[in-house]
């Protein structure tokens, strides 16, 4: 069987213009609808994820230097690798 052709609406602007016509490209029209808009709350994520990345590194730094008696700026570097 053969593959079933994509009309070029169903591909997206950025392949068009490379001329890509494959059966999977990155802005695949099902992919876009399936993904929530950029108004849809991604920045209080973002901001939910850069406070648990700067907790977690607070909180590293503090036991190296409770534990190990490190300066803060030998806790960051091992708590940062």
């Known amino acids: 069987m ?3 052709v994509r009309e070029p609406a169903a591909l997206g602007h950025a ?3 490379r001329g890509n016509k494959s059966a999977f490209s990155c802005t695949d029209e099902r992919i ?10 991604g920045s209080r994520h ?3 994820v ?9 909180l590293g730094m503090a036991r190296y230097m409770y534990f190990e008696q490190l ?3 030998d806790a ?4 940062a690798m």
């Open 32 to 41: 876009r609808r399936s993904l929530a808009p950029a108004s849809c709350g």
């Open 2 to 4: 053969e593959a079933p």
């Open 71 to 73: 300066t803060w700026r």
């Open 76 to 79: 960051f570097l091992n708590t």
């Open 50 to 58: 850069l406070a648990l990345l700067l907790g977690s590194l607070v």
């Open 46 to 48: 973002g901001a939910v």
């Open 15 to 17: 392949a068009m213009a």
